[in-house]
């Protein structure tokens, strides 16, 4: 199973997609193309439980947009009865991410390894 993305860098550990924001500066097509790559990832490889690691940098966005992005990822997973969890955050990021009540909605782990642990436990 091949998985070339554009936005993001794929990878497997057991049951547990791992996902890496592959730039740190990201325009409004940038953020349409990570939402399509993400949903492809659950609609069409079976992903379930994702650990998205979004980088020890600031990320530079449309912070509105990325946060709309990440609630549609959100629900994807959890019509498909997935988890999801938000790791490598930088506290810029996770400020904004706490802002918005996403923390509430979505587990936040401090690194990739503590986030597949915590998805491996996951029912």
């Keep these: 199973m091949e998985m070339n993305f554009h936005q993001i860098d794929v ?18 097509a940038d953020l349409h193309q990570f939402g399509e790559e993400v ?8 992903c379930r439980k994702l650990a998205l690691a979004l980088g020890k940098e600031r990320l530079d ?24 969890r938000l790791c490598e ?11 918005c009540k996403i923390t509430e909605l979505i587990e936040t ?9 915590s998805l491996e436990e996951a029912d």
């Design 39 to 46: 949903s492809e990832l659950i609609a069409e490889h079976g």
């Design 89 to 99: 955050i930088a506290p810029i990021n996770f400020d904004v991410l706490k802002v």
């Design 61 to 84: 966005c449309l912070q509105s947009m990325f946060i709309g992005k990440l609630n549609m990822i959100r629900r994807l997973l959890l019509d498909e009865k997935g988890h999801m």
């Design 11 to 28: 990878s497997k550990r057991g049951e547990v997609f791992c996902a890496r924001l592959k730039k740190r500066n990201m325009t409004e």
């Design 109 to 117: 782990q401090p690194d990739l390894d503590a986030a597949v642990k």
